[in-house]
């Protein structure tokens, strides 16, 4: 049973995924896994969840193998818990990407060549052998200000294709997601913000769902047609063509000037907004094309579009700078949590376990912003601008809270045994794998 009583009042929602014996698994494996100071095996993560061995180590590998709990339903419970506490009452922002969890073995299911996004250059593609994972995360504003942050209420597995023309592709996988969220929240309209590869979603969305991205700078754009009454034939689908958005930036005059949020940072941003139609992705329909420009002329030209053509620019530019909240996402679970480390091959196993990790990084957080303190750092004098938390302070703060319910009740009551107590706790909540060295502690002696 988990050791912290706010921790286990907040997993209690997950009891209608889970049978009893499962739900247990589930209890350790979330403690141990926020505790594990080591590589995040399951075999390590079950001995800090589960340090009497009441449960064999293979239950957990079956508990992912072989479980009968659902993904769909896992990540709808995930989803209202992280909603229902800092969801906007009307609009949910939604950022989505792919990253490649990295594994070794030819026998992992799932498993594939993908393009690894971080090694690659424009003139040097690397692959790298392992779980492409699209990921959806809500957008959350956190109490302390700055960067926004991104966690995650939805998942899928992206496997190999058997050809072009079968097969679920990532855009279907993510359109998917998008669906099964508006069916979770129908009372609210959804903003979707993504990268430019997955702006042919635009094409996808239904009446109250509206798409944020980037529009390449040659993009092919014409204005909306005009019917013509009386004229025999098929009416025409676009109207005349109009200059890209590069030639747009070159020639336009009618600049603006506007205010933006971008990573908790506020910033001043000339803009040129236009409603044309982006025919490819969106035949017949306005999209919202919003130009961006530095004013001091350091930074390239940008370019946005959007579909809900009642946005404000600024807000348009902040949301598509605010994304990158989902990269910090992806280096956090696979940094700080392990989250490739779990070795489970077969069946279901891979994506339970991925799933399982992004809900340990999203109930952290949620933890952390509700019951955690904010201005709790570390001594650093190397370090002493620092006034906002990142996520090793918040797993910090949430660990330093089980090793004081596991450990104090041991210790003898005396100020001397307390500070020394103190200072373990503290070294433990703190430890994390950093170049292969590792804290190791002996559970059953706690």
Sequence with gaps: MISVTQLRELVQSFRMVFTRPSMVLFENL??????????????SVF?????DAIHAHDSYHRFFRCGAWSTAIFFKTLATVVVTMFGHPNVLWLMADDTVHKKTGRKVDGAKYCRDAVRSTSTRVVYAWGLQIVLLCLEVQPPWGGEPLALPINMRLY?????????????????????EVAEWFPEKQIILVADGFYAPLAGRMSKNTFVVSRIRSDAAIYRKPKRIKGKRGRPPSRGVRLPTPAQIATTAKDWRLVKTVERGKTKQRLVIVRHVVWHKVLPGKYIRLIISRDPEGIEKDDFFFTTDLTLEP??????????????????NAKQFLGIEQPQSWKGSGPEKVAAMGYAVYAIVWVWFIKHGDHQRFPERPWY??????????????????????????????HPEFHKITEIMIESLARTYPNNGVVLCVNLRYL
């Design 30 to 43: 979330l403690e141990g896994w926020i505790l594990c100071p080591c590589r995040r095996f399951i075999t």
């Design 47 to 51: 001995q800090f969840g589960d340090p």
């Design 159 to 179: 496997r190999k294709r058997p050809s072009k023309t079968s097969g679920k592709t990532l855009l279907d996988l993510l359109d998917e997601m998008i669906v």
């Design 314 to 331: 600024g807000l348009v530019i902040s949301a598509c700078a605010n994304r990158w909240a989902i990269e910090d996402t992806f280096r």
């Design 384 to 413: 002493q601008s620092k006034t906002k938390p990142a996520f090793q302070d918040a797993l910090a703060g949430i660990r330093h809270q089980i090793w004081t319910q596991r450990i104090s009740t041991t210790v003898l009551d």
